[in-house]
């Protein structure tokens, strides 16, 4: 599956501590839009952010459950919590 038209925040050239911030605003802020399906976009580089993403993803209680996109595995796809 291709995750073209879904809402997606992209964290190239954020350092962690601003990545954790946002990525947490944009999961409330789509929650509020009611969407179930988003992607953070983390790029391969070091692996500093996509690690950081799986970390905030892990501890939020509106996340139900994530996973790298096959196509692209600098993108993580999140699936969100009915509300």
């Known amino acids: 599956m291709l995750y073209n038209n879904i809402n997606s925040l992209d964290l190239h050239g954020l350092d962690r501590e601003y990545a954790k ?19 953070v976009i983390h790029g391969n580089g070091t692996g500093i952010l996509k690690r950081t993403t799986q970390e905030v993803l892990k501890k939020n209680k509106n996340v139900e459950c994530f996973k790298i996109n096959n196509f692209n595995t600098g993108e993580t796809i999140i699936t969100l919590r009915k509300h």
């Open 21 to 39: 911030i946002l990525i947490n605003e944009f999961i409330e802020d789509n929650i509020k839009l009611k969407e179930r399906t988003i992607k």
